[in-house]
């Protein structure tokens, strides 16, 4: 299990956090994209196809957790995180090296470098990753003029079965899920800085990106589309969950 010997000082480091010059200077001269979306959605597949273009740098976030296997591939240092360890990335966050960092469940401490975002300027490419709603939030402060798209699927359905297509899983982890997506979809909903993109197909999803982060345009019929997609998907997810925690709620009172 991961645990923090710095957490207080991360913390105090984290409540007063300024970017350097340094990183101020890079993050006005790249070009960054960022993807948000519900568990299950598509977006590392979207993520991959646009990362095979070559026209796209995908971010590497720092970590302090420790590598672990997932479905019994290890994790490698460089592919999906940088492994490091606190007094690293307590130095770095002291120095304003980070986009954006957080502390997560007061056991790791997980963040974007401005060093990625240098490779991405330096090779004349756009810097792309997945974030989380938070995370997405504390960029767009930083930079308001990064593109920031939120990712949904076609249908509640339709998500369902790509979360169960994963393999068997507990039936808690299938609520977290459900919260956490509830969450998600709900603030991007109230938020003003967000392009919804619906996920139906691989290459049209890809296609619109694409298009979007050359010209700057999407289609505003498409995006009214999406973003009602998303209000329904919020609907049918809190539903969902109300309906679970009554039934539950009478089998514990029985």
Same mark, same amino acid.
């Given at each position: ?130 974030? %989380?709603?938070?995370? *997405?939030?504390? =960029?767009?402060? $930083? ?6 798209? !939120?990712?949904?699927?076609? /249908? ?46 691989? %290459?049209?999803?890809? *296609?619109?990106? =694409?298009?979007? $982060? ?6 505003? !019929?498409?995006?009214?589309? /999406? ?28």
């Amino acid at each position: 299990m991961n645990q923090l010997n710095h957490v207080d000082e991360f913390h105090a480091a984290l409540a007063e956090y300024r970017l350097s010059h340094t990183a101020i200077k890079t993050l006005s001269e790249v070009r960054l994209l960022l993807m948000v979306a519900p568990s299950a959605s598509g977006r590392n597949t979207i993520i991959r196809e646009l990362v095979k273009t070559g026209r796209y740098h995908f971010i590497v976030s720092d970590t302090t957790r420790n590598p672990r296997s997932n479905n019994g591939v290890p994790e490698e240092n460089g592919r999906e995180y940088w492994f490091r360890n606190e007094e690293e990335m307590l130095d770095d966050i002291k120095k304003g090296e980070f986009l954006e960092a957080a502390v997560i469940h007061n056991q790791q401490v997980s963040g974007v470098s401005v060093r990625e975002l240098e490779l991405a300027r330096k090779d004349g490419k756009v810097a792309i990753t997945d974030i %989380e709603i938070v995370g *997405a939030a504390n =960029i767009h402060r $930083a930079k308001p003029d990064t593109a920031i798209l !939120f990712m949904v699927p076609p /249908s509640f359905d339709i998500w369902l079965e790509r979360i169960h297509s994963r393999g068997k899983m507990p039936e808690d982890e299938l609520i977290r899920r459900l919260e956490s997506a509830e969450d998600e979809l709900s603030t991007a909903l109230k938020s003003d800085f967000y392009r919804f993109v619906l996920n139906d197909t691989v %290459e049209g999803t890809t *296609a619109e990106i =694409i298009r979007f $982060a050359d010209t700057g345009y999407y289609d505003p !019929f498409k995006e009214q589309l /999406s973003r009602e997609v998303a209000q329904n998907l919020y609907k049918r997810v809190k539903k969902y969950l109300v309906e679970w925690r009554q039934t539950h709620s009478l089998d514990s009172s029985r």
